[in-house]
T-cell receptor, first 110, second 116 residues
């Protein structure tokens, strides 16, 4: 069964304290791994798409990487406004839909 | 990315009534639209996938006669919750995608439905 698992479930950091969020997957034939940010009461905001192992993408303080089994979302010197739930989703071969992980709730304390 | 709107953003209705939620793709021709629901502190759960001009494909456990989906054009899809009950209270979110966007999904702001 295709599965997406995110860890940790919740993470509290001090402002400026870098860390990484993990998304591991077991899918047959990956056709894209997606990272989204979701603020409370809002829809997910698209961050990155990764398609092949070794690929990396960056946006401001965020950097996403991909291996054959997992993806990491690295956050460098985070600020309080980076506080949100970060969702990982995978599209597998032959499907249009995304399979979402449970998300990581990130809180950055000033 | 695409700009997606949903209307209404919040709705409160009485049990037994029907509610229609609109999803519009403002700057993007969406060949495929998706409808999700999200309960508090949980992730998104896909309800159905709809391709423009075709009948929606519902996920296992989602009642197609209760959650009516219409994708009449490349910019509009509607979700109608029929005979709503309190357990249908949730956050409903749509997303749009297209081959042009390499099938990346862009999400709307969501609609909070409360059934009394």
């Amino acid at each position: 069964e295709d599965q997406v698992t995110q860890s940790p479930e919740a993470l509290r950091l001090q402002e400026g304290e870098s860390s990484s969020l993990n998304c591991s997957y077991t899918v047959s034939g990956l056709r894209g791994l997606f990272w989204y940010r979701q603020d409370p009461g809002k829809g997910p905001e698209f961050l990155f798409t990764l398609y092949s192992a070794g690929e990396e993408k960056e946006k401001e303080r965020l950097k996403a990487t991909l291996t054959k089994k997992e993806s990491f979302l690295h956050i460098t010197a985070p600020k309080p406004e980076d506080s949100a739930t970060y969702l990982c989703a995978v599209r597998f071969q032959g499907a249009q839909k995304l399979v979402f992980g449970q998300g990581t709730r990130l809180t950055i304390n000033p | 990315g695409a700009v997606v709107s949903q209307h209404p953003s919040r709705v409160i209705c009485k049990s037994g009534t029907s509610v229609k939620i609109e999803c519009r793709s403002l700057d993007f021709q969406a060949t495929t639209m998706f409808w999700y629901r999200q309960f508090p502190k949980q992730s998104l759960m896909l309800m159905a996938t709809s391709n423009e001009g075709s009948k929606a494909t519902y996920e296992q456990g989602v009642e197609k006669d209760k959650f009516l989906i219409n994708h009449a054009s490349l910019t509009l899809s509607t979700l109608t919750v029929t005979s709503a009950h309190p357990e249908d209270s949730s956050f409903y979110i749509c997303s749009v995608s297209s081959l042009i966007s390499n099938n990346e999904q862009f999400f709307g702001p969501g609609t909070r439905l409360t059934v009394l």
